[in-house]
C-alpha cells in the first residue's frame, strides 16, 4: 500500500530518435550541468544540456565505433567520463567456434575529446568509479558465444560442442594518476572458486563444460561508501560476488536463494491465458530466482546495505537454452499435474537447468518480481513482496504486466517476469533515503523510503505513459538506466532523478518532492552556558553585535557521533535546508531586551523572535519562541540581542527548500500597542 509521501514530477524530456536502444545508461556530471547517455543503435555517446531541466538538449554525440560495436555503460567523476564499449566475436570462414575478443574502455573529458582508452576483458557490461576516483572497476560479464553463422539457415552453428564461454571477472583501471596515456588493466577473476567445494551448491553454474571461472557472468557494480568492497551482481547465476577492491580478489560469491510465492505477500500472477479480463494475483507453489539486475548500496548505522532489482534472466541460445514452460516439465515429488494447466502455472516460464530436477520436485521461475534489501553478508532483510504487481494491476488494471505502454499487452508478460524491475538508483533527499526503480517492462518508476533498510515504506508510483498524462514522460519505455542528483548538485536547488528509457530512446528528468518538515528529534545544540553542550556560543551575547552559527556544527557527522554527543544526524545536503527550526531560548537577561535570528548575510533588521524580561532576584528572566532561521549561501546563521543574554537553541526539525517553504523576508504584521 501506497503511503503517498514523496513523489517524482517530470521536468522534461530529449527524444534521441524513433528508434530503440538510444538511450540506455545515464550519469550526470553536476559540474557541467551535463548527462552522458549511451545510445547503443548508433553506437555513440550521447551528452545533454541539463542547464534547464525542463528542456533537456543534444549538446553532442561522440562517435565511440573507434573503439568498438557498442557501449553498455557510462560513469564520470570529477571532469573524466568512461565508457565501456564492447567488441564483437572474430569470425573465421569455415571455423566454427568464434574467437572473444577484449572490451575497451575509453576516457573522454565533459566536452568529448578523448583522453586515452585501454582494453578490459570481454563483453564490459557496466563499470564505476570508486568514490575517490582513483580506480575504475568494469563488470566483465563475457556470455558464452556460439559457433559462427550457417549462411544457408541464417543461423549461428546449434553444436553447442562450438561454444566458447569466456572467463568472466571484474577489470580494475589504476586512474589515481590523472592520465589516461598507456593505462593498463588487471582482472579479477573467479579461479578461486573452480576448486570442488569451493563455490556454495546453490550458485547456479550450468553452461554445458563450464567451470565456474567461465560460468560465473557479473553484471552490475555497486561500491560500499568508503570505497574497500564491492558488491557484484551475477545475475544468471543468482548470486552476489564480494570484491576486495585493495586486495584485487573476491572474497565471497554468495546464493541469493529463492523466493517463496506460496507465502501470504509473495503473490503473483504466472499466466498470460487466464481471465483476459482481470489481473489473477495469488499464491502459487513455485520459487522465484532473485537474479538482480542492477544493484545500489548505502550505508545505514554502521552498516552497508545492498539493493538488488530483481529482474530475472534465462540463457537462451541457438546452441543452448535452459528455457522451458512448466508444462514441458515432467512432475514429481507429489506436485499435482493441474498446476501445468495453462490458468495455473502451466504458462510461466522455468529452467530445466539447477535447481529444477528431473523430474521436477520442485518449481522455478525467472526473477522476483520485486526490489530487496541485503546486508553486508548477503542475507535478506527485506523483499517488496508482490506490492509492484499489485499496485498496478489495482491502480491501472488495463495495462497490468504488459508492456510499451499498450492494454493490447495486457497479461502478456505474466507468464515471464511480470513487471520486471531493473533500473535502481537510491539517493538521500530531505533527510532520508530513497530508493527508486524502474520497471522495464509495465514501465513506470516506483519510489520507496529506505530510511530503515528493515522496514521500507512504498511511497509512490509514477508513470506518465500510462496515467493520461501528455506531458513530458509521456512517452518513456522501459526505464533502463538512472541516476539521482542530490539538491546540493542540482541546477533547480531540489533533488533530481534523470531516467534513460531503452526502447523510447527517451531521457527524462525527474524532481523528487517530499515533505514540506523534515522531523527531528528535539536535541538540544545550542547552550552557551556550557552544561555539556558543545561551545557553538560561549558566553553571553555582546550586545548588539551578531553571533555566528555554522549550521553545519550543529550536527553529527555518524550515526555513532550522534549517540555520545547527542547531536542530531543526518544532516541536510548542503543547500538544501531553506530553514531550520529551533526552540529559541533567551535565558538570565541583563536587563528586558529581545533577541533574534537571521542570515548572517543579511544583516539584523530590527525585528525580534524573542522578547525576554530582565533577571530579578529570585528569576531568571527567560523567554521562548519557536524560530524558524534560514541560513545564507555560506550555511550561516546569526543571533543578535540588545542586551547581554544567554541564548539555549533546541533543534525540532528542517525545511527543505522547493517543499512548500517560501523565504520571506522579516516584517512585522501585527502591533496592538499605541502608535
Not at 203 to 229: H, K, M, N, Y
Not at 436 to 461: H, N
Not at 604 to 618: I, K, L, Q, R, Y
Amino acid at each position: 500500500m501506497l503511503r503517498g509521501g514523496a513523489t517524482l514530477t517530470p521536468l522534461g524530456t530529449y527524444d534521441a530518435g524513433e528508434f530503440e536502444g538510444g538511450a540506455e545508461i545515464v550519469k550526470v556530471d553536476p559540474a557541467t550541468n551535463r548527462a552522458f547517455v549511451t545510445n547503443s543503435e548508433e553506437n555513440t555517446l550521447d551528452i545533454l544540456d541539463l542547464s534547464d531541466p525542463t528542456a533537456p538538449s543534444l549538446v553532442q554525440q561522440v562517435d565511440l565505433s573507434g573503439l568498438g560495436d557498442g557501449p553498455n555503460s557510462v560513469d564520470v567523476y570529477d571532469g573524466t567520463v568512461a565508457v565501456a564499449v564492447e567488441v564483437d566475436p572474430t569470425e573465421t570462414p569455415g571455423v566454427s567456434p568464434v574467437t572473444p575478443n577484449p572490451g575497451v574502455v575509453g576516457f573522454f573529458d565533459t566536452n568529448g575529446a578523448p583522453l586515452g582508452d585501454v582494453e578490459v576483458g570481454v563483453l564490459p557490461d557496466m563499470l564505476t568509479f570508486t568514490p575517490d576516483g582513483e580506480k575504475l572497476l568494469v563488470a566483465i560479464e563475457a556470455e558464452p558465444l556460439c559457433g559462427v553463422e550457417i549462411v544457408e539457415d541464417d543461423e549461428e552453428d546449434e553444436d553447442i560442442a562450438n561454444a566458447v564461454d569466456p572467463m568472466g571477472g571484474v577489470s580494475i583501471i589504476d586512474v589515481s594518476s590523472g592520465s589516461f596515456a598507456g593505462l593498463t588493466s588487471t582482472f579479477v577473476d573467479f579461479t578461486d572458486f573452480d576448486a570442488p567445494g569451493a563455490l556454495d551448491e546453490m550458485v547456479r553454474v550450468f553452461w554445458p563444460g563450464s567451470l565456474p571461472s567461465q560460468d560465473l557472468e557479473p553484471e552490475f557494480i555497486s561500491l560500499s561508501p568508503d570505497g574497500a568492497t564491492a558488491y557484484v551482481s551475477l545475475q544468471e547465476n543468482n548470486a552476489l560476488a564480494v570484491l576486495d577492491v585493495a586486495a584485487g580478489e573476491f572474497s565471497a560469491v554468495v546464493p541469493l536463494g529463492y523466493k517463496d510465492h506460496s507465502q501470504p505477500g509473495n503473490e503473483l500472477d504466472p499466466s498470460d491465458r487466464d481471465d483476459p479480463a482481470v489481473p489473477q494475483i495469488a499464491n502459487w507453489p513455485v520459487h522465484g530466482m532473485y537474479q538482480p539486475d542492477t544493484i545500489a548500496s548505502w550505508e545505514h548505522e554502521g552498516g552497508v546495505y545492498t539493493a538488488t532489482a530483481n529482474e530475472g534472466d534465462a540463457r537462451d541460445y541457438d546452441c543452448y537454452s535452459e528455457e522451458e514452460r512448466i508444462d514441458d516439465l515432467t512432475l514429481g515429488g507429489g506436485l499435482d499435474p493441474a498446476l501445468q494447466d495453462e490458468d495455473q502455472l502451466g504458462r510461466l516460464q522455468t529452467t530445466t537447468a539447477t535447481p529444477t530436477a528431473d523430474p521436477a520436485t520442485e518449481l522455478f521461475s525467472y526473477g522476483a518480481r520485486s526490489f530487496s534489501i541485503w546486508d553486508a553478508e548477503g542475507n535478506l532483510v527485506w523483499d517488496s513482496g508482490s506490492q509492484l504487481e499489485t499496485h498496478v494491476a489495482d491502480a491501472f488494471a488495463p495495462f497490468h504486466n504488459s508492456e510499451e505502454n499498450s492494454t493490447a499487452e495486457f497479461d502478456g508478460r505474466s507468464d515471464n517476469k511480470g513487471p520486471e524491475p531493473e533500473a535502481l538508483a537510491v539517493g538521500n533527499a530531505f533527510g532520508r533515503n530513497y530508493a527508486f526503480v524502474g520497471l522495464e517492462r509495465v514501465g513506470g518508476i516506483a519510489l520507496f523510503d529506505v530510511t530503515d533498510p528493515m522496514a521500507p515504506v512504498f511511497e509512490s508510483y509514477v508513470h506518465p505513459g500510462i496515467d493520461g498524462s501528455t506531458g513530458p514522460g509521456s512517452t518513456d519505455v522501459s526505464p533502463e538506466g538512472m541516476d539521482f542528483v542530490p539538491a546540493s548538485e542540482s541546477p533547480t536547488g531540489t533533488p533530481l532523478l534523470v531516467v534513460a528509457n531503452e526502447v523510447s530512446s527517451t531521457t527524462t528528468v525527474w524532481e523528487l518532492s517530499g515533505p514540506t518538515h523534515v522531523d527531528s528529534a528535539v536535541e538540544r545544540v545550542v547552550d552557551s552556558r556550557g552544561n555539556g553542550v558543545a561551545p557553538i556560543l560561549d558566553g553571553k551575547l555582546t550586545p548588539n553585535q551578531p553571533s555566528e552559527i555554522d549550521v553545519a556544527e550543529l550536527f553529527a557527522a555518524s550515526a555513532e557521533e550522534a549517540l555520545t554527543t547527542r547531536r542530531p544526524f543526518p544532516a541536510p545536503e548542503p543547500g538544501e535546508a531553506g530553514g531550520y527550526v529551533f526552540n529559541l531560548t533567551a535565558t538570565e537577561g541583563e536587563g528586558r531586551g529581545f533577541a533574534s535570528m537571521f542570515p548572517c548575510a543579511a544583516g539584523f533588521d530590527t525585528t525580534s523572535n524573542v522578547n525576554f524580561p530582565g533577571e530579578e532576584t529570585g528569576t531568571r528572566g527567560s523567554a521562548a519562541a519557536l524560530v524558524v532561521a534560514s541560513p545564507d549561501d555560506d550555511g550561516k546563521i546569526c543571533v543578535q540581542s540588545n542586551r547581554e543574554v544567554h541564548i539555549v537553541a533546541d533543534f525540532a526539525g528542517w525545511l527543505p527548500k522547493g517543499q512548500g517553504f517560501v523565504e520571506q523576508d522579516p516584517f512585522r504584521l501585527l502591533d496592538l500597542r499605541d502608535g
